[in-house]
T-cell receptor, first 112, second 117 residues
Framework: AQSVTQLGSHVSVSEGALVLLRCNYS??????LFWYVQYPNQGLQLLLKYTSAATLVKGINGFEAEFKKSETSFHLTKPSAHMSDAAEYFC??????????FGPGTSLSVIP | GAVVSQHPSWVICKSGTSVKIECRSL??????MFWYRQFPKQSLMLMAT?????????EQGVEKDKFLINHASLTLSTLTVTSAHPEDSSFYICSAIHRVGSADTQYFGPGTRLTVL
């Protein structure tokens, strides 16, 4: 079965510090992976996606993620956190039939 | 870029009433749309796959008679929560598949917050 896990339901970083949000997946087929951000009471915004091209994927707002098959990971990073990055982040996996399953989410807090 | 809208953005209803939520793809046709629900502080859970011109496919544990889905056109899918109860209060999000050649992208709507009193 395909699944997505996110280590750490809540992450706090200082403004200007490195952001690292962890995502691991389980899939028997080459995965399509995504990171989404959700601000309070809003829908989802796509940050970036991995579709089997480059393993290092750059997204919007300075975020990037690296696909590591050996570790079944797709961790999200940003070199320097900004206050506006505080939000909920979801890692997601596209399954067969175009279904997208989401990880449990990680809430990011940025401390001034 | 492609846009998906939802209407209403929020709704409050009395217990026992039915509520209809619309999901529209504004500048593309979508043969496939999805409905998700999200409880506070939780992730999105797929409820069903909406296919234009055919019956929706529901995920395990989702009551099809409770959550009626109609995908009557290539740009519109509706979710009707029948005989709503307070436990149905949630954030409902739809998504639509935009296919261009062999590539496809899934776009999400802004969500509809349902509160059942």
């Amino acid at each position: 079965a395909q699944s997505v896990t996110q280590l750490g339901s809540h992450v706090s970083v200082s403004e200007g510090a490195l952001v690292l949000l962890r995502c691991n997946y389980s899939s028997s087929v080459p995965p399509y992976l995504f990171w989404y951000v959700q601000y309070p009471n809003q829908g989802l915004q796509l940050l970036l996606k991995y579709t089997s091209a480059a393993t290092l994927v750059k997204g919007i707002n300075g975020f990037e993620a690296e696909f590591k098959k050996s570790e079944t990971s797709f961790h999200l990073t940003k070199p320097s956190a900004h206050m506006s990055d505080a939000a909920e982040y979801f890692c997601a996996l596209k399954t067969s039939y175009d279904k997208v399953i989401f990880g449990p989410g990680t809430s990011l807090s940025v401390i001034p | 870029g492609a846009v998906v809208s939802q209407h209403p953005s929020w709704v409050i209803c009395k217990s026992g009433t039915s509520v209809k939520i619309e999901c529209r793809s504004l500048d593309f046709q979508a043969t496939t749309m999805f409905w998700y629900r999200q409880f506070p502080k939780q992730s999105l859970m797929l409820m069903a796959t909406s296919n234009e011109g055919s019956k929706a496919t529901y995920e395990q544990g989702v009551e099809k008679d409770k959550f009626l889905i109609n995908h009557a056109s290539l740009t519109l899918s509706t979710l009707t929560v029948t005989s709503a109860h307070p436990e149905d209060s949630s954030f409902y999000i739809c998504s639509a598949i935009h296919r261009v050649g062999s590539a496809d992208t899934q776009y999400f709507g802004p969500g509809t917050r349902l509160t059942v009193l």
